[in-house]
Structures are given as C-alpha cells and as structure tokens.
C-alpha cells in the first residue's frame, strides 16, 4: 500500500513516535479497548471508556473526528463531548488539556492511557448518534475517540446494557464470544462501523455469493413500529434487489464478518437518510414501512450498490479516509452519480419498480442536467469535488446553487445513463455499462487490501478512464467521453440515444405558459419567491429575485385562493402580460413579460405516443432492462 495522506502527515510531525513503532513487531501490542455504556438513555447520552495500551513516551493526543466515511462535508463530532477525564495504568489521575476543539492531550503518563467521556446524542441519521429509552443508535467517528499514530491497531468494543433493559446488537464489527463485545481489525475499520443497539428485530436470508459458490447472509435488522407483514415485505424486496445487483459483477463481495447487514431505523423522530459502509448499511426515515416502502427499498439499491462501487471499487481521493478533514474527490460524480442511476436500473430489473416510476426518475435526471443553468459553469468533475461546500449544514450565508451548482448525484445518473446507452448504441449491445463496471470491479475491487477495511488498488480518474478504453477497445472514445461528458460541460444526445430503446425525450408540457419554476409561498396579498430565480426564465428577465413578492399577473392578484398556475393556465406561450411586483426592499415595480414555453422535459415509451417500437428498439429495451440484462458471468 502506498503511504497514505494521514501517515504522511503524520511521518511529519512525529517521526519520534513513528520510530518507536516500528520497532514493536506488528500486532504485539494490546488493542484499545472501548466500553461504552447507557446509564441514563432517557437523558440521551452515554458514556465512553476508552483504554489506549502499549504508548509510546510523550504527549498523547486523544481525537474525535470531524468528518465520517460516506460523508465528505465536515460534521464536528467533538461538539457534545463532556467530563473529559484521564487516569494512568495505575489509575493515577491524569491532566488532560484540550489543545484543539478535537483534540484532548495527556502531557505525560506510564504507556496507558485510560480517558473517560460523555456525550450526548439525539439524531437518528447516518451520521450522528442517537440515544433514547429505544436504543443507541451509534455512528462510530461522532461516538470515538481515536489515537494518531495507534491506526493500524485493532480495537475491542464492549457494550453494557442499560439498566433493566435487554438490547441486541446490530453491526459490521466482528463478533467474538461475548455477544456484547466486538472487535475491529483496525481504525478504519473501526470508525466505518455504526452500531445499532437496542429494540430490534434481525432477519436473515441467504444468496449464494456466486451461481453455484457458497452462500452468503444477509441480515436485516429493523428497529420500526410497523407490522410483521410489512417487514416482510421489505426483506423480500430487498432481496430481490440483492440478487438483481450480484447479477452485474457476477458475485457478491466477501463480507468479512460472515455477514452483510442493513440496519434500518423507520421512527417517527429518526430523519430522512441512507449510509453506506463495507459490511453494512444505516437507513433511517421518519416513516412507517408501510408509507415508505418504495422510497426505502430505493435506498436499499443505492446503498447496497455501494459495497461494490465505493467500499471496494474506491476512489483514491477517499482511501485511506481522512477523519480530520473533509474528504474531497473528482469521482463522487462516478461514487454516487453511478450508483444513482444503477440503484433504479437494478430495482426496475428486480420487478420492484414498473418502467412508467423508472423512466418518471430518469425524467427527472435528465431534465435537471439538460436544463440546469449550473451545467454552464462546470462539469460533473467539479460538481463533486464541490461536495465539501455543498453537503454540510444549512450555511449561514446564503448560495445560488440553484443557478450554479448541479448535485453529483444527479449528473452522475445522468452520465451513467448517457454512458450505458451510447455503449450499446456503439457495440449494439455487445458492451454495456455492466461491462465497465465489472472491469472495475476485477482490477480495483476484488483485490482487496492488506485488512478489511483497506483498499489496495483504489482508482483515479485516468483508471476509470483506462478502464473505459479497455471494455470498449477504443482509447480515443474513452478519452473523448471524459473530456467532453465528465471533465467538461457538454451532455450526450439523449433523444438519440433514447430513441434506441423506443423512448422518447419530449418537452413535458410545450403548451403550458411559463413564467419559471418559481418556489412560491402564498400569502394573504401575493407570492413570496422562496428560493433563488433561475437564469435564462422570463422571471429572471423581469428583474425578479428571492424574497420579491409577486402581487399580479395580467392584472389577477395573486393570494391563497389564486395561483400564479391559475392565472398561467388561462394564457399561452408567447403571449405577453404584465407583472407586478414588490421588491424586499418596498420598491414596486410593474413590467411587461412575454411568456415561454415550459421547457421541462420528460421521458416516455414510444407506445404512450401512439407509435410502436420496431423489433430493433424492442430488442435494446430488453437487452437493457429485463434481469436478463446483466446475468452474464465474469
Ligand atoms: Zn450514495
């Protein structure tokens, strides 16, 4: 493994400690060892005891993380840590000094380390944590302190229940005989995996890990308040779309705890999410099963696409994981985008999801990268290594992402789409995107690493690229695709290629007035715009901006009883109204407006405009969407 960006670092400012390391064969010393216990969960907190060993001399540091594996904006974990307290191997109370807002320091001890904490938790997501009277439910870099310097270390995590309650465990941690206790082969490993603690009921279900090959379990462990019937309902989709997603590798990954599990929180207080990691998947709503099951079933696909692309196919830019920092990548467009168009080709593929909802999201894709007027100032490369900028917190100030900024997620799906189709177009299906998937997976993923949870061979983009080139035997098509698709701001020829398939890409409603997709909050005297005006609308054109309020239409006032939509369906497309409106400052305006055409676009069967594929378009559709679509072996 090439010497990652944290040893680097770390190489720098401590050689000292380095030194004395190395000079400790590998695997001699003890691990840390984590206890972490819940003496007042309806108080929302625990306590953490945390034993480092084997210390070199000198000043430790003790550390939480500021950013989490999956999340590549930066999160401050160390906001809700109190009664920080250290003591020595003899149980000498230790001053511990806060050096940083990360970062607590022991100027001096006798090898051991044993520092106590308390922190409190109530967001039930993929990325903090969560304690109540339920359950703890514990992403690892917002609950553990680590050591610089101890990563490759293993560690033990031993949980204590709380008082009078009788919890199970729910992890990608391996086992050991104590069914509370867990270990990890090292800190990456370590902080990749969350913990579900509480009220839960855990399914199991089994696929072979290739056609004829030995099998592999699959866990699903709900902490929910929906019915038996329900969960059921949920495990056998999901197992479909386990079975739909090995079909384009050909086989499953090697899960090193012997299992993979989904941990899924459906409760009232848990919020929207979907978390990815090696062995394991934290999905969290705020709904019932019953009220969620296609959107949660979506997010099954997406993050369990994930264990192939991003947990083994990784990008460079992420591996080893920087916990100090925000980790930003060129790839997330391919990360994410990728996963984001595969995660509903691979449900439409596992009969979960009809062709008219596969096609309204791939509608939605398109129209958003098409149309988007942030596709005029940068490509999906950027895009992605914007995440850091876009992904954290509501900021403080405001954006203008609206105008100048498209999610890699999207415009990831919208390449992968584009990319899948002109690959087919070219070979007439002879290569597809399942082919430079699982090219890859063979050169980057299935090596491994040195312990799970290291990546040996992650990618840059010239490998992705590269990969491209081999799949299709074409350097000059790989490169061209990159520079035009990826790096710069072009998009392929969706209709063309649509048409393929016996699909059309069609203007959603080309007789409907449009003044531009407007977020309005109605009052009793007009409409409030909500968000930033997009460039390039006749609302733009009139002057109007965030805050403004819109008071008439061709002379109609606006209010809650009369919708701007109201007034624009009695009009057409060219026609020209007057506008009037107020400022955020009080200025009033009136101004003449012509209006457009909504350029919205959409995605449909040729059979819904009355024509009917020919036996060509018939094939291509099939080819790309039935299961058959990806069950060719490696
Ligand atoms: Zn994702």
């Not at 079909?247 to 409760?267: C, K, M, Q, S």
């Not at 002109?422 to 699982?438: N, P, Y």
């Not at 805050?547 to 008439?552: A, C, G, N, P, Y």
Request: glycine share 8%.
């Amino acid at each position: 493994m090439p010497l990652c960006r944290v040893a680097r670092r770390r190489a720098s400012w401590s050689a000292g400690v380095l030194a004395v390391l190395l000079a400790v064969p590998a695997g001699a010393e003890r691990p840390v060892d984590y206890r972490l216990s819940f003496p007042e969960p309806h108080h929302r907190w625990l306590q953490v005891e945390v034993t480092f060993p084997d210390l070199p001399p000198g000043p430790f540091d003790a550390r939480m993380s500021r950013s989490s594996p999956g999340r590549y904006a930066l999160h401050e974990f160390a906001k809700n840590v109190i009664d920080v307290a250290a003591t020595d191997g003899a149980g000498r109370r230790l001053p511990v000094e806060r050096t940083s807002p990360h970062t607590w320091r022991v100027a001096d001890h006798d090898g051991l380390v044993r520092l106590t904490y308390r922190l409190f938790g109530d967001r039930v997501d993929g990325t903090y944590l969560a304690v109540d009277t339920t359950h703890a439910h514990l992403n690892a870099p917002a609950t553990l302190m680590w050591a610089a310097g101890l990563e490759h270390r293993p560690a033990r995590v031993t949980l204590t229940q709380p008082p009078g309650r009788s919890w199970t465990v729910a992890t990608q941690l391996f086992p050991t005989g104590d069914p509370l206790s867990f270990r990890a082969p090292n800190l990456q490993y370590l902080l990749d995996s969350p913990i579900e603690f509480g009220e839960i009921a855990i399914r199991r279900f089994s696929v072979p890990t290739r056609p004829g090959g030995p099998e592999t379990t699959i866990r699903v462990a709900m902490h929910h308040q929906s019915t038996d019937a329900e969960l059921d309902r949920f495990v056998e989709a999901t197992r479909r779309i386990v079975l739909a997603q090995q079909a384009i590798f050909g086989e499953l990954p090697d899960f090193e705890p012997g299992h993979f599990t989904f941990i899924v929180d459906a409760l009232p207080w848990a919020h929207g999410d979907g978390m990815e990691h090696r062995n394991s998947t934290v999905i969290t709503s705020p709904s019932s099963l019953a009220h969620v099951h296609t959107a949660l079933v979506g997010t099954v696909a997406h993050e369990f696409f994930h264990v192939w692309n991003v947990e083994r196919i990784r990008p460079r830019a992420l591996e080893p994981f920087d916990f100090t920092d925000a980790n930003p990548s060129r790839a997330l467009w391919l990360a994410e985008g990728i996963t984001s168009y595969v995660d509903r080709l691979s449900m439409h593929r596992a009969g979960v999801l009809d062709l008219e909802a596969t096609l309204a999201r791939w509608s939605d894709v398109v129209d958003a990268v098409v149309r988007g007027p942030g596709r005029g100032f940068r490509g999906a490369a950027e895009m992605s290594v914007m995440a850091p900028l876009v992904d954290a917190a509501r900021p403080v100030d405001r954006t203008n992402w609206e105008n100048t900024y498209i999610s890699y997620y999207t415009f990831g799906a919208a390449i992968g789409l584009g990319l899948d189709l002109t690959l087919r177009d070219r070979t007439d299906g002879r290569v597809t995107l399942d082919d430079d998937l699982r090219a890859m997976w063979e050169v980057h993923g299935r090596p491994g690493g040195e312990a799970p949870g290291l990546v040996a061979r992650p990618y840059s983009m010239d490998d992705a690229r590269d990969r491209l080139a081999e799949v299709i035997g074409d350097g000059d098509f790989a490169a061209d695709f990159f520079a035009r698709f990826v790096e710069g701001r072009e998009v392929v020829d969706y209709a063309r290629l649509l048409a393929r398939a016996g699909l059309v890409l069609r203007p959603r409603a080309p007789d409907r007035a449009w003044l531009g997709d407007l977020s309005l909050e109605y009052t009793a005297t007009g409409a409030r715009i909500a968000a930033p005006v997009a460039f390039d609308t006749p609302a733009y054109a009139a002057g109007l901006a965030q805050d403004d309020e819109l008071r008439s239409v061709d002379g109609v006032m606006l209010d809650t009883a009369t919708r701007l939509v109201d007034v624009l369906d009695r009009r057409v497309p060219g026609e020209r109204v007057r506008v009037a409106f107020k400022r955020r400052s009080g200025e009033r305006v009136d101004v003449e407006v012509t209006l457009a055409a909504d350029p919205a676009l959409e995605i449909v069967t040729l059979e819904r405009t009355g024509a009917t594929p020919d036996a060509d378009a018939r094939r291509f559709r099939e080819a790309w969407l039935s299961p058959a679509g990806a069950t060719r072996q490696p």
